[in-house]
Structures are given as structure tokens and as C-alpha cells.
């Protein structure tokens, strides 16, 4: 196999020197064997966590000790992080926790991943180790668990969610029938996990590719009402026809349309933001607005959530992609967003004293700015500022 695809991890040399066993995991393997750019590499090493440290100190690589507790430590080299995992095995699951233990066996370690495909490992001499068959599912597209799919959804039912964003990006053709008998006799399984982890893996999910059929595939598993209260699968749809941006807000409104959704989900308070905006049914823009509205409209709203919302207001009440509404989502990303540039201390300089006073003369300059369209210079709104001060008082 080759390293081409590793370009710019030449750091990777420098752990093999420290570590000549380790070997890259997971995802990377993955993407390398099918020539997919790599997003972060992994590494597994048989040492326990303290020698990996220690053999990496006596190199010189700094080591930053990220995650003790499931044995992993973070060399960085030229400032790139690269995760080295210490080999294990599972020696008890409850359906939410594994308690692992060390060890140096690399089939044991492939045992306890989720599925084939991603149960690879490599070493540094380019030789692949593939104890389940996973390079030939990968090249047929086919996602598999590793060992008996119930036992392992059994063990961590989050692997159910996993399946769906693995198949998104790897399946061709139908998906295994062993895996989603096995999600869905198991549905129920999800119910206990964290809603963290739950809302992280549909998030994924929804950034992805193949959402449409996914989630079909998720409802027809009945995984889909397990994770959202009111999924409306024909809505997302709408938007998916609308050749939607990948983003994984709005298809999330678009699929479970209420903006309770993000407190249900525990999502962070700017998406949570997002939602409540999407939740406001009003266009907002128009395809026929002119540059001047659209100008305020950019300063006033953050720029990202306008034409989220200009693409749900159109899956909704259009239906279908429109010409009018792509070209006017181009004009809008092209208009260069406009910036006041009066600061407290021009007011301070034009003799206003400084205190909340201050504050609302800015204000109402900014508006009047707005009214204008942005047009007006930073020395315009100066002087627009001095002779309200000067009328007023
Ligand atoms: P991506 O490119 O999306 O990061 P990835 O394969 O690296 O894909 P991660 O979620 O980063 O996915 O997990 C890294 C590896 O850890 C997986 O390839 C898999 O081997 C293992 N893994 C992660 N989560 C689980 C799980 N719940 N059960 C079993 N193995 C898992
Ligand atoms: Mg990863």
C-alpha cells in the first residue's frame, strides 16, 4: 500500500522510529486503501501507555497525554496531532461503558471495532493486516460487523447509528441484511444511550452523502423514532430536491421541523439559535430584493443562516430547485459583507463623553447607516453623528 495519500504527515517517521510497531488504524486504513484523502491519522501501538510515552520522550517528540484512561496519548510533530492508541480488549460492556484492559494483541484489538472495514490495520513497511475480510467488504461496498451483529449492538448500540453513517459513505448497492435485522429486532437499544453521543452520530449522519436513502433506510430499521420525536422524512426530502447545501442544521430542521428539537438533542446554544431561526417561517429574503436590503439584511443576521433559511423557505413552499432562487443565493454570497467603522472612540473624539450615552449615539448612527444601504463612509457617518449632537443639544 502505498503512502502517497500521507503527503503531509512526515511525522509519521519520526513515531515509527520511536515506536517501530506501531501501526496506523481505523479510518486512515481505510481511506488509504480506496485512495480517499485521510482526515486524521491514527495509531496503535502494543506498549502500554506509559512506555509509548516514554520511548517517544527519548526521541525528543513531545507527547501531550490526551486520554489515560482508554490508553491514549498525543505525540505532536510540526504541530500536527497524531493519536497513538495502546492495543485493547473489551473484558466487560454493559450497552453503554466498555471496561478495557491492555493488551498485545493485535486480533484482539481488531475484535472489539465495529465493523470489517474499519477493524484494518497497517504497518510501516506498507503490509495491511486484515483478520475479518474487511478490504474485500470495502471494495465491494459492503458494511459488516465484526463477529455476530446483535452481540456487538448488544455491547455498544451506538455501532446501530455508526452503521447508517458508514453506509453513507461506503455501501453500494443493498445494505447487509444481517445488520439491519439486527438493528432493528435491537432498536430499542438506543433508548439508553447518552443523547451527546446519539445527537454527534446524527449529525454526522446528516452532513453526509446519501441522506434520502439513509434515512429511509434509519425508519425502515425504526431507529428513526428512537432518536427524534417527530421525523418527517417527505419534508427532508423537499430540501434534498432542492439540491440543498450539505449542512447538517437544516436537514435536522427539515426532518423533525420544530425547534425544540435542539434542547432535546442537548446541541450547543449557537445551534440551538440556528433552529429557533429556521423556525421563523418568514422568507426573510427575496429574490427580488435589491442590494441595499440585502446589505442590511447581512449585517443585521450572520450571513450562513440567512441562506439556510432561504433554502428551507424554498424547499417548503417551492417544492423543487428554482433558477431564480440559485442565482439569487449567489448574488447574496458575492455582495461583500459591509462593516460600520464608527468605534467609541470617534465619538469620544467628536467631545462625547464616554458612558452609555455614548453607546446609543452609536447605535443610532449604525441604524441610520443601515437606512442608507451601507453607503455611507466612516467621515459621512461622522458627520451625520456631529450634527444630530450639535441639534440636539
Ligand atoms: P472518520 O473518518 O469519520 O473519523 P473513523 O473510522 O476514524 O471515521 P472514528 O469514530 O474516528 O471513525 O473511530 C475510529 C475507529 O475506532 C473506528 O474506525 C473503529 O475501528 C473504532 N471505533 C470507534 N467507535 C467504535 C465503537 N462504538 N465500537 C467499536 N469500534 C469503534
Ligand atoms: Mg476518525
Known amino acids: 500500500i502505498s503512502f502517497e495519500n500521507l503527503a503531509g504527515y512526515a511525522g509519521l517517521n519520526k513515531i515509527w522510529e520511536a515506536l517501530p510497531e506501531a501501526r496506523l488504524v481505523g479510518g486512515c486504513v481505510r481511506d488509504l486503501l480506496i485512495g480517499r484523502d485521510v482526515n486524521d491519522i491514527d495509531l496503535a501501538s502494543p506498549y502500554t501507555p506509559e512506555d509509548n510515552i516514554k520511548k517517544l520522550q ?17 505525540a505532536v510533530i510540526d504541530r500536527r496531532p497524531y493519536e497513538i492508541t495502546t492495543l485493547r480488549r473489551d473484558v466487560e460492556t454493559d450497552g453503554r461503558h466498555a471496561v478495557v484492559a491492555w493488551t498485545d494483541n493485535w486480533q484482539e484489538d481488531a475484535q472489539r471495532r465495529d465493523f470489517t472495514m474499519n477493524a484494518l490495520s497497517l504497518d510501516q513497511q506498507g503490509i495491511l493486516y486484515d483478520y475479518f475480510g474487511g478490504e474485500a467488504d470495502l471494495k465491494k461496498g459492503r458494511v459488516r460487523f465484526v463477529g455476530e451483529a446483535t452481540k456487538r449492538i448488544e455491547e455498544d448500540a451506538l455501532r446501530s447509528l455508526r452503521f447508517f453513517r458508514f453506509q453513507a459513505r461506503y455501501g453500494q448497492g443493498e445494505a447487509d441484511q444481517d445488520a439491519c435485522k439486527a438493528i432493528k429486532q435491537n432498536h430499542a437499544l438506543v433508548r439508553n444511550l447518552s443523547i451527546e453521543r446519539v445527537a454527534s452520530e446524527l449529525l454526522k449522519i446528516l452532513e453526509g452523502p446519501e441522506v434520502g436513502s439513509i434515512i429511509a433506510l434509519m425508519q425502515q430499521t425504526e431507529i428513526l423514532s428512537e432518536i427524534l420525536p417527530h421525523p418527517d422524512p417527505e419534508n427532508l426530502k423537499r ?14 430542521f427539515a426532518l423533525n421541523p420544530d425547534p425544540s428539537i435542539g434542547r432535546h438533542l442537548k446541541l450547543s446554544r449557537m445551534q440551538q439559535c440556528a433552529l429557533k431561526a429556521y423556525a421563523n417561517n418568514e422568507p ?110
Open 58 to 74: 527519548e526521541k525528543g517528540i513531545k507527547t501531550i497525554p490526551t486520554g489515560l484512561d482508554h490508553g491514549t496519548i498525543t
Open 284 to 393: 426573510i429574503l427575496l429574490p427580488g430584493g435589491s442590494d441595499d436590503e440585502l446589505r442590511r439584511l447581512k449585517v443585521a443576521q450572520e450571513l450562513s443562516l440567512l441562506i439556510d433559511r432561504s433554502w428551507l423557505w424554498q424547499a417548503k413552499e417551492l417544492g423543487k430547485p428554482s433558477k431564480e432562487w440559485s442565482h439569487f443565493r449567489q448574488r447574496l454570497s458575492l455582495l461583500p459583507q459591509p462593516e460600520f467603522l464608527l468605534t467609541g472612540r470617534d465619538g469620544m473624539e467628536l467631545g462625547l463623553p464616554p458612558g452609555p450615552n455614548l453607546g446609543i449615539w452609536l447605535k443610532k448612527t449604525q441604524n441610520w447607516w443601515l437606512e442608507q444601504g451601507c453607503r455611507p463612509d466612516k467621515e459621512a457617518c461622522l458627520a451625520w453623528l456631529k450634527e444630530q449632537v450639535s441639534s440636539d443639544s
Open 239 to 252: 430540501l434534498l430536491a432542492c439540491q440543498d447545501p450539505p449542512k447538517a442544521l437544516p436537514r435536522l
